[in-house]
């Protein structure tokens, strides 16, 4: 494994937004000279000072603010310092982000950073996945970047839209996840589209974000067992790419659907809701779901190990649905 | 609309007053037409806002300037310059409206020429207009440019009208929130909206520039409103405008706005801004009497005009709808 983090990639794709394009600024909380709470912004304000700016602590009206340039025919990008902070812009972002194309015909292509997902000891309000809530909204584009190649060209991809995308970046890989180089291994996916990232046949394992790295080790463990386990990074949740999923389920007969998000609806219940729909004859068991615990995401790591989905948790969730 | 850059004060009235009688008499057919149950949906007018509306509109060019109007700005609209099929088009549902039924009443807008189509949730344009001036700095398009938000007593107490003055004042952007205190949000008093003495106190708070008139009160209304364009215009910062005045209507066509004191008809802030300018405009020899009746009956025409066409088109066709929410082609599912 090489020297390029998860949090280079998104470093390096800005700078290479900022450089290429003078439609692109980012605007956020202690993005400026500081370069950023996790440096996602580091020595960008140095090269592009106009164009990235240091916000006040207001989610809705840093939302607005982009909403506002976008139609002015800038490309904004808005981090928020932590995802869970978004719940403050929430009405700008389904509102007035998600409603502006379809009520006026004119785009609002802004990206929205949300920096998502637990760490050890980040708590309830710092730990949170909102991909789900966000999904739910008509006209708003969701990805969930895994890789180190993906985190980079999925933000590019991303800021060349002409929608409003949440761009949702794992805190959890950010240090710990490296590559060789930004470069993608295969053929470069467009924002819509999944990725089978290990074949398998005799069940598939369906997530997105961190827990695809989870479900790879987790399919390691069953393959010292005989099982081969196919996984699919879904890499945008909106829109889902249900071809690849089910086109998955054809060649398995089984599925797990794996999200670190709260279990009430949500992305792992629109999986198995598709693959029920229109693909019910292809399975050879009732589908499952493993999610986070239904409370807050709790402080303390020994309760958050347990509170989300882990090598563990996931490798008996296989083991199960391959008994079924 | 275009002012002239030799506009005369006398001129530059007589243009507002003649939006004013504009907007009156539109709005008045659209009352009718609601209450004939030929409306889709709701109707929401602004008598009695008129003439600080007006005011706005008429400091503000269409396709240079931002004015993100809201729900009772229809004397603004048409003074920027919005043309009057885009009302009767929405409010009647036809499909050739600004946006082809998907959105009604006074959600529409034309955000390229600086008309943002503002959501329903109170304040939320404020960092609009913000952005839009924003990008225009980025782009080296601010120059002699100036954004307004409309709002009114009921949205300063939501956050993002907080948020949104605040972000404003921190960008020191040229811009103007006119805020139209009538008393009333839908049917609650200012006594339940706000306990400061008076709102243009919170301009200090936020680091902008305060002014306050009486909005019934058109000369008054258009002389504190172009000072304020011109501060923002020549760089000033933002300036807060809060006019009093009373909504003469209920919250929506559907609202009999009983709930009005009559003593608050009957004081000062209750007086009909549009007769107000009428006797001011007459008395002043901004304009005479022939004129008056002339400009009411062109009005007139035009209103009866835009209704009758938007009332021949079609409405949308959910058949021809093609549903598409997403501005990528790639991103739409497919049928």
Same mark, same amino acid.
């Given at each position: 494994?090489?020297?390029?983090?998860?949090?280079?990639?998104?470093?390096?794709?800005?700078?290479?937004?900022?450089?290429?394009?003078?439609?692109?600024?980012?605007?956020?909380?202690?993005?400026?000279?500081?370069?950023?709470?996790?440096?996602?912004?580091?020595?960008?304000?140095?090269?592009?000072?106009?164009?990235?700016?240091?916000?006040?602590?207001?989610?809705?009206?840093?939302?607005?603010?982009?909403?506002?340039?976008?139609?002015?025919?800038?490309?904004?990008?808005?981090?928020?310092?932590?995802?869970?902070?978004?719940?403050?812009?929430?009405?700008?972002?389904?509102?007035?982000?998600?409603?502006?194309?379809?009520?006026?015909?004119?785009?609002?292509?802004?990206?929205?950073?949300?920096?998502?997902?637990?760490?050890?000891?980040?708590?309830?309000?710092?730990?949170?996945?909102?991909?789900?809530?966000?999904?739910?909204?008509?006209?708003?584009?969701?990805?969930?970047?895994?890789?180190?190649?993906?985190?980079?060209?999925?933000?590019?991809?991303?800021?060349?839209?002409?929608?409003?995308?949440?761009?949702?970046?794992?805190?959890?890989?950010?240090?710990?996840?490296?590559?060789?180089?930004?470069?993608?291994?295969?053929?470069?996916?467009?924002?819509?589209?999944?990725?089978?990232?290990?074949?398998?046949?005799?069940?598939?394992?369906?997530?997105?974000?961190?827990?695809?790295?989870?479900?790879?080790?987790?399919?390691?463990?069953?393959?010292?067992?005989?099982?081969?386990?196919?996984?699919?990074?879904?890499?945008?949740?909106?829109?889902?790419?249900?071809?690849?999923?089910?086109?998955?389920?054809?060649?398995?007969?089984?599925?797990?659907?794996?999200?670190?998000?709260?279990?009430?609806?949500?992305?792992?219940?629109?999986?198995?809701?598709?693959?029920?729909?229109?693909?019910?004859?292809?399975?050879?068991?009732?589908?499952?779901?493993?999610?986070?615990?239904?409370?807050?995401?709790?402080?303390?790591?020994?309760?958050?190990?347990?509170?989300?989905?882990?090598?563990?948790?996931?490798?008996?969730?296989?083991?199960?649905?391959?008994?079924? | 609309?275009?002012?002239?850059?030799?506009?005369?004060?006398?001129?530059?009235?007589?243009?507002?007053?003649?939006?004013?009688?504009?907007?009156?008499?539109?709005?008045?057919?659209?009352?009718?037409?609601?209450?004939?149950?030929?409306?889709?949906?709701?109707?929401?007018?602004?008598?009695?806002?008129?003439?600080?509306?007006?005011?706005?509109?008429?400091?503000?060019?269409? /396709?240079?300037? !931002?004015? +993100? &109007?809201? @729900?009772? %700005?229809?004397?603004?609209? *048409?003074?920027?310059?919005?043309?009057?099929?885009?009302?009767?088009?929405?409010?009647?549902?036809?499909?050739?409206?600004?946006?082809?039924?998907?959105?009604?009443?006074?959600?529409?807008?034309?955000?390229?020429?600086?008309?943002?189509?503002?959501?329903?949730?109170?304040?939320?344009?404020?960092?609009?207009?913000?952005?839009?001036?924003?990008?225009?700095?980025?782009?080296?398009?601010? /120059?002699?440019? !100036?954004? +307004? &938000?409309? @709002?009114? %007593?009921?949205?300063?107490? *939501?956050?993002?009208?907080?948020?949104?003055?605040?972000?404003?004042?921190?960008?020191?952007?040229?811009?103007?929130?006119?805020?139209?205190n009538?008393?009333?949000?839908?049917?609650?008093?200012t006594e339940?909206?706000f306990a400061c003495a008076s709102l243009v106190d919170k301009?200090i708070?936020?680091?902008?520039?305060g002014?306050e008139?009486?909005?019934?009160?058109?000369?008054?209304?258009?002389?504190?409103?172009?000072? +304020?364009?011109?501060?923002?215009?020549?760089?000033?910062?933002?300036?807060?405008?809060v006019?009093?005045?009373?909504?003469?209507?209920?919250?929506?066509?559907?609202?009999?706005?009983?709930?009005?004191?009559?003593?608050?008809?009957?004081?000062?802030?209750?007086?009909?801004?549009?007769?107000?300018?009428?006797?001011?405009?007459?008395?002043?020899?901004?304009?005479?009497?022939?004129?008056?009746?002339?400009?009411?009956?062109?009005?007139?025409?035009?209103?009866?005009?835009?209704? +009758?066409?938007?009332?021949?088109?079609?409405?949308?066709?959910?058949?021809?709808?093609?549903?598409?929410?997403?501005?990528?082609?790639?991103?739409?599912?497919?049928?």
């Amino acid at each position: 494994m090489g020297e390029v983090t998860y949090i280079d990639a998104i470093r390096e794709a800005q700078h290479d937004l900022l450089a290429k394009d003078e439609r692109v600024f980012i605007y956020g909380q202690d993005v400026g000279a500081f370069g950023g709470a996790f440096k996602a912004t580091h020595g960008l304000h140095e090269l592009f000072p106009n164009r990235v700016v240091d916000a006040p602590i207001s989610e809705d009206a840093m939302i607005g603010l982009a909403v506002g340039a976008a139609i002015e025919g800038m490309r904004p990008i808005v981090e928020m310092q932590f995802a869970d902070f978004s719940s403050v812009g929430f009405n700008q972002i389904v509102n007035q982000a998600g409603t502006h194309f379809y009520r006026t015909g004119v785009p609002a292509p802004i990206t929205v950073r949300l920096p998502s997902g637990g760490t050890p000891g980040s708590g309830p309000f710092h730990s949170q996945m909102m991909e789900s809530i966000y999904a739910y909204y008509p006209g708003l584009v969701i990805v969930t970047p895994a890789t180190v190649a993906d985190a980079y060209s999925m933000l590019l991809d991303a800021v060349a839209l002409d929608d409003p995308v949440l761009y949702c970046e794992h805190k959890f890989l950010y240090r710990w996840l490296k590559a060789d180089d930004l470069e993608q291994q295969g053929e470069h996916l467009p924002i819509g589209r999944a990725r089978i990232v290990r074949p398998g046949k005799h069940a598939t394992v369906v997530t997105y974000s961190a827990m695809v790295h989870e479900a790879l080790r987790a399919s390691d463990a069953l393959a010292e067992e005989g099982w081969e386990i196919e996984v699919v990074d879904l890499r945008s949740v909106k829109p889902l790419d249900t071809d690849t999923v089910i086109a998955s389920v054809a060649r398995t007969g089984r599925l797990l659907a794996v999200g670190e998000a709260f279990p009430w609806g949500g992305v792992t219940a629109e999986v198995v809701s598709r693959v029920t729909s229109d693909g019910f004859h292809l399975l050879d068991a009732p589908p499952q779901r493993l999610n986070s615990r239904d409370t807050p995401v709790p402080y303390h790591p020994n309760l958050w190990q347990s509170h989300r989905p882990t090598l563990e948790s996931i490798s008996a969730a296989i083991r199960d649905l391959l008994r079924l | 609309m275009v002012a002239a850059a030799s506009e005369t004060w006398e001129d530059h009235v007589r243009r507002t007053f003649r939006a004013m009688v504009t907007a009156r008499t539109l709005e008045s057919k659209l009352a009718s037409l609601y209450k004939a149950g030929k409306i889709v949906g709701g109707v929401y007018i602004g008598p009695g806002q008129e003439a600080v509306s007006a005011s706005l509109g008429s400091c503000l060019t269409w /396709d240079h300037d !931002v004015f +993100a &109007a809201l @729900i009772r %700005d229809q004397g603004g609209r *048409t003074a920027f310059g919005e043309p009057m099929l885009d009302a009767t088009r929405s409010y009647l549902g036809s499909a050739r409206g600004p946006s082809r039924g998907r959105d009604g009443n006074i959600h529409r807008g034309h955000p390229c020429e600086g008309l943002p189509a503002m959501i329903s949730h109170l304040g939320a344009m404020v960092s609009v207009v913000a952005g839009m001036l924003f990008a225009r700095r980025l782009q080296g398009r601010l /120059d002699g440019v !100036v954004g +307004a &938000a409309s @709002i009114g %007593d009921g949205a300063t107490s *939501t956050g993002a009208f907080h948020e949104g003055m605040n972000l404003a004042a921190v960008e020191n952007l040229p811009m103007v929130v006119l805020l139209s205190n009538n008393q009333f949000a839908y049917s609650t008093p200012t006594e339940r909206q706000f306990a400061c003495a008076s709102l243009v106190d919170k301009a200090i708070g936020y680091g902008v520039t305060g002014h306050e008139v009486d909005g019934t009160d058109l000369l008054a209304s258009l002389e504190v409103v172009s000072k +304020a364009v011109k501060s923002a215009r020549e760089g000033q910062g933002p300036q807060l405008v809060v006019a009093n005045l009373l909504r003469l209507s209920g919250h929506g066509e559907h609202d009999d706005a009983f709930y009005v004191p009559e003593e608050l008809r009957k004081s000062a802030l209750g007086r009909d801004c549009l007769e107000v300018a009428e006797q001011q405009l007459l008395a002043g020899s901004y304009i005479t009497e022939a004129e008056l009746i002339q400009w009411k009956e062109e009005a007139a025409e035009e209103v009866q005009a835009a209704v +009758a066409t938007a009332q021949q088109e079609p409405g949308p066709d959910p058949y021809e709808e093609d549903w598409k929410v997403y501005a990528s082609p790639d991103l739409n599912p497919e049928d």
